[in-house]
């Protein structure tokens, strides 16, 4: 799917000619093991590299360069995978094949070039106004999960199931480690970045790929570093637990998010990956899932239901909005469609269904460049030649039985309520 070249050690660029799409699509990614502390950091550090650089001081002047470039689009971005921080750097231009103009690729090379190696620094320090507004943005972002129930709940049961572990750490840090970032630490985080992680270039689009590499390898002058391995975190032995977890708390609000986490071995490097992909595709991940068909639409006890495998740590969650009073009524519906799954109560419908629709997904995906990128990222830790076929032919192999076993080998160990403080009351 992509064609790779070291760059240096440490630092390797993958590229994929295709005449699929009219621009070309560049993706420069740090990757560092992931604590709250560099979290945080890297998360104001990429605002910051968005807003200015050394050549275009101010993010007006860097807005009016993009829009010269025929609307260049140029932004960072911070995630999580497994144990793993990545920022990310994205820009998308139009091939230069389509413009009376010649020259865009070239000048757009060139400012990512200027982002990434020529920071808005003075003396040697960032702009401490900008630092400042930036740390604000990257505050107000994780305040704003607080107001997304769904996602607060989601974030409070990790961090009762696993605190202080990568599972439960946002890829923003926290309020705190924010606020102590100062214009010289974030030098650092910078510098850090640049000189030790694990960096991966990723170019898509209609390219002379000989040609791309040796522009690349002109511009991107990364020292070379330890190459950090691509170790998918692995959740530890302790995780479940003799008993399971029944955690109750209450907000202002009215509608009640049940969240039930699940254990599981399989995880994204084990060999039943695939089959667990679609054992969560019967059991909630689609509309035609056994939670989605009895617990929503027949028994008419949640707002909506669904279930995700978070495969990098072996866990496997369900997610309702229901009336508080529900609970334990929602959570023993929650298990018979879990036991149903144990018990091989399977349709070849079900199964046909839930494999058509991973299929769909995978796909459909490929009808972008960016989610190119960001899929072969993930996957070539399972195979460097990886393709969508690879996936799609393990689900199709993928049997009634096999999805009976997986479905054995999940166990719960939380769930948690969060619910309006005049349901507590009515209780």
Request: with cysteine; proline share 1%; hydrophobic share 35%.
């Amino acid at each position: 799917m992509f064609n790779k070249t070291q760059l240096n050690h440490g630092v390797t660029l993958y590229t994929r000619k295709s005449a699929q799409f009219k621009t070309v699509n560049f993706s420069v990614k740090w990757k560092t093991s992931l604590n709250e502390k560099v979290a945080a950091a890297r998360s104001v550090l990429a605002n910051v590299l968005e807003d200015s650089n050394g050549k275009y001081r101010t993010q007006s002047a860097l807005r009016n360069k993009l829009d010269e470039l025929y609307g260049t689009v140029l932004y960072t971005d911070v995630s999580k995978r497994g144990d793993m921080h990545i920022f990310t750097l994205n820009a998308e231009c139009v091939n230069d094949e389509y413009l009376a103009d010649s020259g865009v690729l070239n000048e757009a090379i060139e400012l990512i070039q200027t982002v990434i190696f020529n920071p808005n620094m003075v003396d040697g320090e960032f702009d401490a106004e900008t630092v400042t507004r930036e740390k604000r943005s990257v505050t107000e972002r994780i305040r704003s999960q607080y107001d997304n129930k769904t996602s607060y709940a989601q974030k409070r049961m990790l961090e009762i199931l696993k605190p202080n572990s990568p599972i439960s750490t946002s890829s923003n840090g926290t309020e705190e480690e924010v606020a102590s970032i100062t214009p010289s630490s974030l030098r650092e985080t910078y510098r850090s970045m640049l000189a030790e992680d694990l960096v991966d270039i990723y170019v898509v689009g209609d390219i002379d790929e000989k040609e791309m590499i040796e522009k690349l390898s002109a511009v991107f002058n990364f020292e070379a570093r330890t190459a950090r391995k691509e170790v998918a975190f692995k959740t530890d032995e302790t995780l479940a637990n003799t008993a399971i977890a029944e955690i109750r708390e209450q907000q202002e609000m009215k509608q009640g998010k049940l969240h039930l986490g699940f254990s599981t071995p399989v995880t994204f490097n084990h060999p039943d990956y695939m089959k667990m992909q679609v054992m969560n595709g019967v059991f909630g991940g689609f509309a035609h899932s056994k939670l989605f068909m009895n617990v929503r639409e027949k028994e008419s006890m949640a707002y909506y239901v669904s279930s995700s495998y978070a495969s990098h740590y072996g866990l496997l969650y369900v997610m309702a909005g229901i009336d508080a009073e529900l609970e334990e009524k929602a959570v023993a519906l929650v298990k018979e469609q879990l036991l149903s799954l144990q018990n091989g109560d399977i349709t070849d419908l079900e199964m046909e269904q839930t494999k058509a629709l991973l299929k769909n997904s995978i796909t459909s995906s490929f009808d972008s460049a960016r989610a190119q990128i960001d899929i072969f990222d993930q996957f070539k830790e399972m195979d460097e030649h990886f393709t969508a076929n690879l996936l799609i032919s393990g689900w199709e192999a993928v049997t009634i039985e096999d999805v009976q076993e997986m479905a054995k080998n999940i166990k719960l160990e939380i769930t948690y309520l969060l619910s309006g403080k005049e349901a507590s009351q009515n209780e």
